[in-house]
């Protein structure tokens, strides 16, 4: 006998990272603010921030990695986007190292993502790359991404 399963998410608080949630994540430096946590780890982490179409967070997730590199699959940044009914998302990882500088992996893994969530109308707002110290790299900030439209608007401020 074979069943059917349910797709379902379940919430989990994490206690790293609070928010207000009045507070929309609509910049690259309130962004910085709520994962500003991952600059104190040891090894690379990528956090993957899920927000509505008014940049509002509907969740995270934490891949962790080793001290060079986080592994990050497209497919699975989709899936928990239309789980939790996500209309933009924003990577961030740090750099034990605490230098923000970009790599060409990092450069291949934004693109790669970016066309994915496209073809679901998800927008890529973002990828961030935390230092030491405050310091970050913006892929927005830095024109290395053009933010998403959708229907003539900007979605990120």
Do not use: C, W
């Amino acid at each position: 006998m074979k069943f059917a399963y349910r797709l379902e998410t379940r919430r989990i608080k994490e206690p790293d990272f609070p928010y207000d949630a009045r507070r929309p994540l609509n910049s690259p430096g309130t962004v910085v603010e709520f994962a500003h946590e991952l600059q104190n780890s040891d090894i690379e982490k990528m956090m993957v921030i899920y927000l509505d179409r008014k940049h509002h967070l509907l969740g995270i997730t934490i891949q962790p990695g080793s001290i060079d590199r986080s592994i990050i699959f497209p497919r699975e940044i989709a899936k928990h986007a239309l789980l939790a009914g996500a209309a933009n998302v924003v990577l961030i990882h740090n750099h034990p190292s605490g230098d923000p500088t970009t790599s060409p992996e990092d450069k291949h893994l934004t693109s790669v993502i970016e066309n994915a969530l496209a073809l679901l109308d998800i927008g890529l707002l973002d990828h961030i790359i935390l230092g030491i110290n405050g310091r970050y790299f913006s892929y927005t900030e830095t024109g290395l991404l053009k933010p998403a439209q959708a229907n003539g608007q900007l979605r990120l401020v």
